[in-house]
């Protein structure tokens, strides 16, 4: 067996899981789960439309490079989507099973197997794939800590010099999850920076990009900062972008990954081997996503919705802000997480998930202790009942 195995940790569900396994919930009160990213807007008729005109395509074994109709939809999306005067669909745009396969396998491709030292750097708290692939790819993960005090900016330049040559990949999640955080112009700078003086690859996790409160003002993708910083071969970097929130087609698995040639190149390798090619039913349905907006302008619209009704609910026992991107809010809680999360679901059966979950102790403190993440993937009227009950139960604390 793989040692590396032994190395992996429970994931956050399984860990709610256990959390949870001897108590009963209040039975006057129906569940709502808040604590999965899940989303539950329904799917887009005309998507559901296009794989079903397409069901031929399960006849046929899929290329891993994906149909050049996708390619070419996926990066005159990108064009759009974030002002690029140049993204090669042949040689810079890669379809993926989903943002989640891809990040794992990218470390698998980036790490060099015979060098034990190697670093990938994470934020804190983050996405436990970043941690999974690091470890199960030989490497050690090094965290750095999303802070209160700092506004909840990943410093990568707090990282010291001796960490980073070891460095082979840094994950970066704009917006973030769970924080909600974008990284901004100069944060990118100092970043493509770091990545130059100390040759890593920088994989930008952005599966959160299309869901935010303000139309006028879009998340900043590192595409774009790239191309704004001069940086028109993306050199070093890899983005991860899905349908899954985007489109609310989780259960397709597509999305795709775009950036520096050669690592495209070589991703495209290691995928042909791994057999990570897409349906040709999925690669029909994507084409159409990828090509309308209408629908995620009204997506954005029902998660704006909950948001505005939610947060006055949870700012006064609370301590929440609307984030700056994604369907989370990062509340702070007054009392140990582990214990607000357990009481919550037995006294009112609406399930958060305990911030502490989603980070690593790091320089003398979890970032996630004394938080909870909330997913406004529900319904409207679940998600307004869920607030209230958590506004009644915070209150007596």
Known sequence: MNPN???????????????FKDLTPDPRYTPINLGIGEPKHPTPEFILQALVRNLSGLASYPATAGTPELREAIAAWARRRYQLSGLDALTQVLPVNGSREALFALAQVVIDPGRGDAVVVCPNPFYQIYEGAALLAGAQPYYVNALTEQGFDVDFASVPGDVLARTRLVYTCSPGNPTGKVMDLAQWRVLFELSDRYDFVIASDECYSEIYPDEARPPLGALSAAQQLGRKDYAHLIVFSSLSKRSNVPGMRTGFVAGDAAL????????????????????????????????V?????????????????????????????????????????????????????????????????????????????????????????????????????
């Open 297 to 397: 302008v009204e997506n954005r619209r029902l998660y704006a919705q909950k948001f505005s009704a939610v947060l006055p609910l949870l700012q006064a026992p609370l301590i929440s802000a609307l984030p700056e991107g994604g369907f989370y809010f990062w509340s702070q809680t007054p009392v140990n997480d582990e214990h607000f999360a357990a009481a919550l679901y037995r006294e009112y059966n609406v399930t958060v998930l305990p911030g502490s979950y989603l980070a690593r102790s790091a320089h003398g403190r979890n970032p996630g202790s004394n938080f909870v993440r909330m997913a406004l993937v529900a319904p409207f009227a679940e998600c307004l009942e869920a607030a209230q009950r958590i506004n009644q139960f915070a209150r007596k604390l």
């Open 264 to 295: 495209i190149r070589a991703f495209l390798l290691y995928r042909t081997y791994h057999g990570s090619a897409m349906g040709l039913p999925v690669q029909a349905a994507s084409v159409a996503a990828w090509g309308d907006e209408a629908h």
């Open 5 to 19: 195995l032994a190395k992996l940790q429970p994931y956050p569900f399984e860990r709610l899981r256990l959390l």
